[in-house]
């Protein structure tokens, strides 16, 4: 099942099933506070998924979830280890962003800030924790998995690099600016991905930088959940992405971002997502 979340006609935001092209709305009275809340509708999808459903008309595609935490992953395919020369890590290592102002949907602009020429994209795909767990073992990491989306992770090389000795990379600069987290269009949920074999393409104004498979990854699903969770809380709603494969501008020598461009990132069995780039004018 397909799980977006969107504006429809009155202006209500509403979450959405996509099936057969349409999207639908369930028909229940009295839901509108799970119905316009997509973590609500995740802790709640047994029950309401059931229930009888009426097609809508959308207006905007909403990002599919807000989550209350994210964990990216740095260098976790093996093709993007060799294009940065980076030695994989021993075990999976993490930085964040945020959601209050990194998260945008389908079709939003990704800004490019004032005087930063090096901002690059990274198609990844979004784990989506569908229920609570801490100290998960690793063989039932898979059963805290709700569904997948489409993330890119938008990085700001200026900042980003070069290391500050001996403090490390600048992550929160280099990762977690505005509309740094695109993602979308949906959610699709595991059931539908029987085997997680997914190849993951990126465009950059129709011509392809990014051709990779989750085959490539350093760490899977289920290590990166049952590592995170030794401490942390998982909880529905929260997002943790595979890391990208090799082609990025940085070090590929590919074309960064620009004004005017168009960046779609297209993941089998999960669809695309697609956004514009602008100037930052504020």
């Not at 909403?62 to 030695?87: G, R, Y």
């Not at 960064?256 to 100037?279: H, Q």
């Amino acid at each position: 099942m397909k799980i977006a979340y969107g504006l429809v006609e009155g202006g209500e935001r509403r979450v959405l099933i996509y099936q057969d092209g349409k999207y639908l709305e369930i028909e229940k009275d009295g839901l509108d506070c799970v119905m316009s809340n997509p973590i609500s509708f995740i802790k709640a999808f047994d029950l309401l998924s059931q229930l009888p459903k009426r097609e809508t008309k959308v207006i905007k595609l909403l990002p599919p979830v807000i989550p209350n935490k994210i964990f990216l992953p740095a260098v976790n395919f093996k093709s993007h280890s060799s294009e940065t020369s980076m030695k994989p890590p021993s075990s999976p290592y993490f930085f964040t962003k945020f959601s209050s102002n990194s998260i945008i949907g389908p079709e939003d602009p990704i800004l490019i800030p004032k005087g930063v020429k090096r901002v690059d994209y990274e198609g990844e795909i979004g784990i989506v924790i569908g229920k609570k767990g801490k100290y998960i073992k690793k063989e039932e990491a898979l059963d805290y998995v709700f569904g997948y989306t489409i993330v890119n992770d938008v990085s700001f090389r200026d900042y980003q690099f070069p290391e500050m000795h001996p403090y490390g990379l600048n992550w929160v600069m280099g990762k977690a600016l505005d509309t740094a987290m695109p993602i979308g269009p949906w959610i699709v949920t595991k059931d539908e991905i029987k085997e997680f074999t997914l190849r993951i393409v990126t465009r950059l104004n129709g011509k392809v930088v990014q051709d990779g498979n989750t085959e490539d990854m350093i760490f899977s699903v289920e290590d990166m959940i049952s590592y995170l969770s030794q401490g942390i809380t998982l909880e529905p709603g929260d997002i943790i992405t595979t890391g990208t494969p090799a082609g990025v501008a940085e070090f590929s020598g590919k074309k960064y971002l620009e004004e005017g461009d168009i960046i779609e990132i297209e993941v089998e069995k999960i669809g695309v997502l697609k956004n514009f780039v602008k100037n930052d004018l504020k």
